[in-house]
């Protein structure tokens, strides 16, 4: 069993969020409040609508209009940070950049040490002879792992994950789920994931914040202790999985189109 810091590192603390329009006042989340351990992979689970991917881009500095307070280390949060690191659903590779020079990108340092760094990270993704070729030259995974290398290159404290394998084949996407596992395991980044699906954050997470509703909330939260790498088919992993299930499917009464 993985050993964690007991130390906050992402705290989150009363969040509220509200979008504003010219006809329409809407409150996406409401009176949020979660601490993400030092090293902790932490699995955010709900139903699209219900304002997950609206607090990873709080996280992420990305929006910053909002009630509450999100602090990295007890500092406040007030914009985007290469402390911070973020994966899309989307890779969101340059085209017209080689992969090698796509996680490049915002490296500061001689040539030598950036080549170095860059080479080490496309090791740790498993796409060590790949530096030369262009994003539209790889299949769907390897193009999410090059957008997590880059992401990790950086060396963030933070490594936020938007449903980053969302848009992947079913056998790509539990191949990615392993992946990311192992990355995290040898690097010990503090890591959020976002997700809707259930198998998703119980194979991955150390613990599983269930949020639902609208306004969004966090109706439940799971404490995932199974050794790692994790086996699906145990009746542990099996059973895990239902009360995660059962929790999202009662607190979906709360949402309301």
């Given at each position: 069993?993985v050993q964690l810091?007991?130390s906050?590192?992402?705290?989150?603390?009363?969040?509220?969020?509200?979008?504003?329009?010219?006809?329409?006042?809407?409150l996406?989340?409401?009176?949020?409040?979660?601490?993400?351990?030092?090293?902790?992979?932490?699995?955010?689970?709900?139903p699209?609508?219900?304002?997950?991917?609206?607090?990873?881009?709080?996280?992420?500095?990305?929006?910053t209009?909002?009630?509450?307070?999100?602090?990295?280390?007890g500092?406040?949060?007030?914009?985007?940070?290469?402390g911070?690191?973020?994966?899309?659903?989307?890779?969101?590779?340059?085209p017209?950049l080689?992969?090698?020079?796509n996680?490049?990108?915002?490296l500061?340092?001689?040539?030598?040490?950036?080549?170095?760094?860059?080479?080490?990270?496309?090791?740790k993704v498993?796409?060590?002879?790949?530096?030369?070729?262009?994003?539209?030259?790889?299949?769907?995974?390897?193009?999410?792992?090059?957008a997590?290398?880059?992401?990790?290159v950086?060396?963030?404290?933070?490594?936020?994950?938007d449903?980053?394998?969302?848009?992947?084949?079913a056998i790509?996407?539990?191949?990615?789920?392993?992946?990311?596992?192992?990355?995290w395991l040898?690097?010990?980044?503090?890591?959020?994931l976002?997700?809707?699906?259930?198998?998703?954050?119980?194979y991955?997470?150390?613990?599983?914040?269930?949020?639902?509703?609208?306004?969004?909330?966090?109706?439940?939260?799971f404490?995932?202790?199974?050794?790692?790498?994790?086996d699906?088919?145990?009746?542990?992993?099996?059973?895990?999985?239902?009360?995660?299930?059962?929790?999202?499917?009662?607190?979906?009464?709360?949402?309301?189109?």
């Amino acid at each position: 069993m993985v050993q964690l810091d007991n130390s906050a590192m992402v705290s989150i603390e009363n969040v509220s969020k509200t979008f504003h329009s010219r006809t329409k006042d809407v409150l996406a989340l409401q009176k949020v409040s979660l601490n993400v351990r030092k090293g902790e992979f932490l699995a955010i689970l709900g139903p699209s609508g219900c304002g997950k991917t609206t607090l990873l881009r709080m996280i992420a500095g990305l929006e910053t209009d909002y009630e509450g307070n999100i602090t990295v280390e007890g500092e406040r949060i007030v914009g985007p940070s290469l402390g911070r690191g973020m994966a899309f659903q989307e890779h969101r590779l340059l085209p017209w950049l080689t992969i090698k020079e796509n996680v490049a990108l915002g490296l500061e340092g001689s040539e030598a040490g950036i080549a170095g760094k860059v080479q080490r990270y496309l090791e740790k993704v498993g796409l060590e002879g790949f530096g030369h070729v262009y994003p539209s030259q790889l299949s769907g995974g390897m193009a999410q792992r090059a957008a997590i290398a880059r992401a990790l290159v950086n060396q963030p404290k933070v490594l936020l994950l938007d449903e980053p394998f969302g848009a992947l084949d079913a056998i790509t996407r539990v191949r990615m789920q392993a992946e990311i596992e192992r990355i995290w395991l040898a690097e010990r980044t503090t890591m959020i994931l976002i997700t809707h699906d259930i198998d998703e954050a119980v194979y991955l997470g150390d613990r599983v914040a269930v949020m639902t509703g609208r306004p969004g909330e966090i109706k439940a939260l799971f404490n995932i202790a199974l050794e790692r790498p994790r086996d699906r088919n145990t009746a542990d992993y099996v059973s895990i999985r239902k009360q995660v299930h059962n929790a999202l499917e009662e607190s979906m009464g709360t949402f309301s189109i």
